[in-house]
């Protein structure tokens, strides 16, 4: 039998179906960049009110992830215009899973 405390948490993971579907190039183009471009948004703001609290702080790691998120959009960008020039559709299945942090 399980635990109160185990069944909460099992509940407490949750699976979104963020984005589904058949795009064109362009419609494929607008979710995948809007999404990236939110989260490298998210990081910069982090990073500056970091910095607001104090000006010598190592930002080191958002820096990183900014990097790295700014790298996956530029592959994103490339993949989604060979995919244009050939003329086909491109399929998007993104979940967002949501978990309890251990």
């Known amino acids: ?4 405390e185990v069944t909460q948490i099992e509940k407490a993971t949750q699976k979104i179906q963020l984005v ?7 419609e494929a183009s607008d979710v995948i960049m809007s999404l990236i471009n939110e989260k490298i948004s998210f990081h910069k703001l982090q990073r500056l009110q970091i910095w607001e609290g104090n000006h010598k702080c190592q ?15 530029e592959t994103a960008h490339e993949f989604i215009n060979s995919i244009r020039s050939m003329g086909k559709n491109l399929k998007i299945d993104g979940i967002l899973e949501i978990s309890v942090a251990q």
Not at 1 to 4: E, I, T
């Open 1 to 4: 039998m399980k635990s109160k």
């Open 20 to 26: 589904k579907g058949d795009f064109t190039p362009n």
């Open 59 to 73: 930002t080191h790691q958002l820096d990183g992830r900014i990097g790295e998120l700014e790298k996956e959009r």
